[in-house]
């Protein structure tokens, strides 16, 4: 995308590494740098998402990999218009998008994480996660009667959620994340970090706005009463669960053009450090390419 190699730092900055406090009320929620501006980024943008695609073809064709990424914000972060912005390019029956709702009642049957493995990008394929197995440690740690939910053995009231039971969550995410990976399917995790000003005036605008009108929920403003609590989960879970097979980065969102970025960016840095390549085919099927080219050939028009 460019041989910036300041740029690429500056993405490297974004990383959480292993066991490290994101310490999110400290980071910036708006670029802060002078690398990039709006205009240059669409030229940036728009090439990147042409390698991406070119990435995407060899994926498919090189069938041992699979990549998953987990999107996970606060509301009116902009993920829905991430997706659609960095995606764009690629060939839609290669990518598929999960966006994570209210679990069902079969869901809630099983453990929390059963409906993302079964959501998993097959080898070859791009995975989305529109939020993800996170919300289990996000909004159920902000709303520790969701649990009840799930008719979980030892937790008959919210008192038994402890401590304990949140480091046996993050636990298990780091095994199934470690699992997926050892499998083929790399995981990059982002959180697209907004600040509450900038959340605020996005509400405002679909609340004002005729054309934003349905994308507003009254939900969202509930929510944001528990800014804090949720700056909290996500700082615990960013920490206890940004790996070195599955890291997190954090990306400022306040602007959107950067944040896609970012994201687009990151995403063709690590794709690319997969080495794929395109299927060689062994002498019997270069025999047959040959004949089936010669008789092709020899056909009369």
Not at 7 to 34: K, M, V
Not at 79 to 87: R, V
Not at 283 to 301: F, H, P, T, V
């Amino acid at each position: 995308m460019t041989d910036n190699e300041a740029f690429w730092n500056e993405l490297d900055s974004y990383r959480i590494e292993p066991d490290a406090a994101p310490e999110l009320r400290r980071r910036a929620t708006r670029y802060q740098g002078a690398l990039v501006d709006k205009e240059s980024s669409r030229e940036l943008l728009a090439e990147g998402i042409r390698r991406l695609a070119e990435i995407q073809d060899a994926l498919y064709a090189h069938s041992q990999h699979g990549l998953l990424i987990i999107l996970q914000a606060m509301d009116t972060a902009g993920k829905d218009g991430a997706i659609k912005h960095i995606m764009s390019g690629l060939n839609p029956q290669g990518v598929t998008v999960t966006s994570f709702k209210q679990p069902s009642a079969q869901e809630l049957s099983h453990d929390f994480l059963w409906r993302h493995y079964h959501a998993l990008p097959p080898r070859g394929r791009i995975g989305i996660h529109n939020r993800s197995h996170y919300e289990n440690v996000l909004v159920s740690r902000v709303h520790p009667s969701i649990l009840l939910n799930e008719n979980l053995p030892h937790v008959q009231s919210v008192n038994d959620v402890t401590p304990a039971f949140w480091k046996r969550r993050f636990k298990m995410i780091r095994q199934f994340e470690s699992i997926v990976t050892r499998s083929g399917t790399h995981i990059i995790k982002f959180h697209l970090h907004i600040s509450k000003a900038e959340q605020k005036r996005r509400l405002l605008e679909r609340i004002d706005d005729p054309h934003k009108n349905w994308k507003f929920s009254p939900a969202d403003v509930v929510e944001r009463r528990h800014w804090d609590a949720y700056i909290d989960a996500y700082e615990q879970a960013i920490e206890a669960t940004s790996t070195k097979h599955s890291p997190w980065y954090v990306i400022p969102a306040d602007d959107k053009w950067y944040a896609r970025l970012a994201m687009a960016a990151i995403i063709y840095r690590y794709a690319t450090s997969l080495d794929l390549s395109y299927p060689t085919l062994d002498q019997g099927a270069m025999a047959a390419l040959r004949d089936a080219r010669a008789e092709l050939l020899a056909e009369e028009d």
